[in-house]
């Protein structure tokens, strides 16, 4: 399993979930963030599931600045491949 994560925001549907899909089939743990926390915890556990990654969910809304700080504490410390922001 590799030890480099993508992050990935809007991530509860869509393209969003479609291009966490893609990272975590290439191997890379995938941290997710969303507004909707439900959905997004659906998607982690498919990706866990179908492509044996480390995921990660924030729930958060971007838009919040507050918010945000969420996700930037969540991506401290890690060996980022990737950044997909789909969010909004």
Known sequence: MS???AVVTGASSGL???Y???V???GTNVLLSARRSDKLEEVA???RARFNVDTE???ADLGDRDQRG???E???GRDLAYLINNAG
């Open 16 to 18: 969003g979930e479609a």
């Open 45 to 47: 556990t498919g990706l």
């Open 20 to 22: 966490a899909e893609h």
């Open 3 to 5: 030890s480099s994560w």
């Open 24 to 26: 975590a089939s290439l």
């Open 70 to 72: 969420l996700l930037i």
């Open 74 to 76: 969540a991506m401290r």
């Open 57 to 59: 969910t924030v729930a």
